[in-house]
């Protein structure tokens, strides 16, 4: 049974129980002289949702659970007997077969996987009867049930109150549980990396030459600490240099120069500016900036200036950041009590000693925790790597050069042609799992270090 | 205002002085002098008018960006407002204490030797050794701390922080001290030392202190000024003020019918 049809079917049963659990509801509020706690909508509301909910929870989980066992039928099938041992290309030929039975035009590439398709759409509408037919049945059960306990002092409103709740921790268990998948599958892949090659070869290894990989030493080729060279030196370095200084002064002429007239359009301009996508910025690094500064290198005699360098890259992070870390400081700062500006003025203090001697010293935790959390949105930055710093893995102090990142590697690793098990690919998934423990401590380290100093003034 | 004993040796002199926060007029024509060696006491109704007033005697309405001074203000015959005078001087002249004790988060000592730094008064570290001391002493905060002065100043008890505050602005060496209820947020005891002070300090500075407690005005202040709405209804001789008010609303108020 078609999805869609299937949906229809339970909003119809849905609709249904609304109605006669109205109905119902009505009927017994025809005795006089009685107050009821809930209203016959709410009646209706609590049939409906007796209806639907069931049926679309046993949908969610009977969507993961059909496609293995329509597999495990196929498997079952005498044609099944020629596919290749569990691997890659088994996985592969299955999945091509899957694929033609959901659309008969496609051109098959592999016949083992023509004459499995058969099999599989039998097996999959075989399982799809099955899980429409126990969807419905669920639903027709669910609604008699909750239809049959509307009674005159049922009190449906309270419960309906625990279904709405109950949908409501759900949906915010999801974002976190989809995180813990995600981690889970990180580790579990990186696991994987790490049997073939040593993670100390992995983490203190000074050459990354994916390309080109020893079968007998992957280690080798694989040592990542170029890249998390290139990535600190773009993404904390760099780019702090840019986003720190010009985040800083921009704050405190906010918070304390501005008048309230030009504060009110700046502050909003530049969180505007924190919301231009990022490859609008990698295109700037690329086109404008990358260009340029290869052509200063070149003049001022820099050897080995190229257009695809650290500098250009960090430089346009850096001015990505700046809203982020002036947000972030004028935050710290606003939160220093007036009463010691207010004090140090009073002493005959500039604006500006004020600023340097008691404003910034009291605001320092914050604007410390805000700069942590600039790294780390600067180091997980991909875009502008991708598209301004495409260069070898080179541990080097000069900014003109070429450099190269974490997430550059990773999206190069996958994009390539390769197997989803070689080491190349295992080592993106390592990388990955690096960057996100790097991340991780960075904004466990910020958000500490910011609450303590807001609790220091609250 | 005609007391032969007022109109001699003014420190500092206000005249026709109005207020306005945006369109809203705080302080309407107020004209008062404050005298070298006493201390004159602000009383009057909360929301007078009389912490704007005195905030305009060094200028720290200047900070406030709807506030807008008219009127004139000398010291020592220097106009305050005109455009040669330099607000830092004049903030180093004419010091502060606010109703709520404000420390840095500094050290005891680094609270103390801020205003000197800033100004550049103490030509080495023995030097400032001794302002630190001396202000902290005069402040009557000396013995309590002379041990921990690298301790922070914020983790001093209220009435320590407050005469903290004190030491800081007396550590410049000021000629006028503005307090602005420095004693609502502190206990009796606490507050019978400020008061201590205040009579110590009392010889060497004009001290200007605004108080809601009329026993406390009464004790400390040798002037009384009276505000309401935003005038002042009356000024004199603090023992003249409390047992023989001109002004019917200036009686009311002290013993207590209104207020
Ligand atoms: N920053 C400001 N902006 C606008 N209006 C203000 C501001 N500060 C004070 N006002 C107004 O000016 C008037 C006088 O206030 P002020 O603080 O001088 O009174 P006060 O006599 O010190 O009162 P209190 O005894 O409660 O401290 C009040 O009406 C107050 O609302
Ligand atoms: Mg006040």
């Known amino acids: 049974m078609p999805t869609s049809a299937l949906l229809f079917l339970v909003a119809g049963l849905g609709l249904i129980a609304w109605l006669s659990g109205r109905v119902r509801a009505i009927a017994f509020r025809k005795a006089p002289g009685q107050r009821f706690s809930s209203l016959p909508r709410h009646h209706g509301s609590f049939a409906a949702m007796w209806t639907v909910l069931p049926p679309l929870l046993f949908l969610a989980v009977w969507g993961a659970c059909a496609p293995g066992l329509a597999t495990n039928g196929v498997l079952k099938t005498p044609a099944a007997a020629q596919l290749p041992p569990p691997g890659f290309e088994r996985a592969a030929i299955l999945s091509e077969a899957r694929a033609i039975a959901n659309d008969h035009h496609r051109t098959p590439l592999n016949p083992l996987a023509t004459r499995l398709a058969p099999a599989y759409a039998v097996e999959q509408s075989r399982y799809g009867w099955i899980g429409g037919a126990t969807a419905l049945l669920l639903g027709i059960a669910g609604g008699a049930f909750a239809f049959l306990r509307i009674r005159p002092g049922f009190n449906a409103r309270t419960r309906i109150e625990r279904i709405v709740m109950a949908s409501l921790l759900a949906a915010s268990l999801i974002a976190i549980l989809t995180t813990i998948g995600i981690v889970a599958s990180l580790l579990f892949e990186s696991a994987r990396f790490f049997g073939t090659v040593p993670i100390t070869d992995f983490l203190f290894g000074r050459h990354w030459s994916p390309q080109v990989i020893d079968p007998r030493n992957p280690g080798a080729s694989l040592g990542a600490v170029p890249l998390f060279w290139g990535t600190f030196f773009i993404g904390a370095v760099i780019a702090m240099l840019v986003a720190i200084p010009f985040g800083l002064m921009s704050a405190i002429y906010l918070t304390q120069y501005a008048s309230p007239r030009l504060r009110a359009w700046m502050k909003p301009t530049l969180e505007i500016l924190a919301g231009v996508p990022t490859v609008v910025y990698g295109y700037f690094a690329a086109l404008v900036v990358g260009p340029a500064l290869r052509q200063l290198g070149v003049a001022i005699g820099i050897p080995g200036a190229t257009s695809e360098s650290a500098l250009a890259a960090g430089l346009v992070m850096g001015v990505m950041i700046i809203p982020f870390v002036s947000s972030m400081a004028d935050d710290a700062i606003a939160a220093v009590p007036s009463a010691m500006r207010d004090g140090s003025l009073a002493m005959g203090a500039t604006p500006s000693e004020t600023i340097s001697r008691v404003l910034l010293p009291a605001a320092l935790p914050g604007v410390v925790g805000g700069v942590l959390l600039a790294i780390s949105r600067a180091i997980g930055e991909t875009m502008i790597v991708v598209m301004a710093a495409s260069g070898a893995a080179t541990i080097s102090l000069n900014p003109f050069n070429s450099a190269t990142t974490v997430t550059k590697q990773i999206v190069d690793l996958l994009t390539g042609e390769a197997s989803f098990d070689s080491p190349k690919t295992l080592a993106a998934f390592a990388l990955g799992m690096t960057l996100f423990v790097i991340t991780l401590l960075l904004n466990i380290i910020a958000l500490t270090v910011v609450k303590r100093y807001r609790e220091a003034y609250e | ?259």
């Open chain 2, 1 to 259: 205002m005609t007391d032969k004993t007022i109109l001699n040796d003014h420190k500092m002199t206000a005249r026709n002085v109005s207020v306005w926060y945006g369109a809203v007029q705080a302080i309407g024509d107020v004209s008062i002098d404050i005298d070298q060696d006493k201390v004159t006491a602000f009383i009057g109704p909360s929301g007078c008018g009389k912490s704007t007033f005195l905030r305009t005697l060094n200028r720290m309405n200047d900070t406030i960006a709807s506030a807008r001074v008219e009127g004139d203000i000398r010291l020592d015959g220097e106009d305050v407002y005109a455009r040669e005078m330099d607000v830092v001087q004049l903030r180093a002249r004419v010091g502060m204490v606010f109703q709520k004790p404000n420390p840095f988060p500094k050290s005891i000592y680094e609270n103390v030797a801020y205003g000197p730094r800033i100004h550049g008064l103490a030509s080495s570290k023995a030097d400032m050794d001794r302002i630190v001391e001396r202000s902290l002493a005069r402040a009557g905060l000396w013995g309590e701390v002379k041990d921990r002065l690298s301790d922070s100043g914020t983790a001093l008890s209220g009435g320590q922080q407050q005469r903290l505050c004190i030491a800081r602005a007396i550590a410049v060496d000021p000629e006028v001290i503005l307090m602005d209820e420095p004693c609502s947020a502190l206990d009796p005891i606490a507050t019978a030392k400020i008061e201590e002070l205040i009579h110590e300090l009392k010889g060497r500075y004009a001290i200007v202190v605004v108080t809601h407690n009329m026993q406390q005005a009464a004790r400390v202040s040798q002037r009384t000024a009276f505000f309401h709405l935003g005038q002042l209804v009356e000024y004199g001789q603090t023992s003249d003020i409390f047992t023989n008010p001109r002004e019917e609303r200036t009686r009311d108020y002290i013993t207590g019918r209104y207020g």
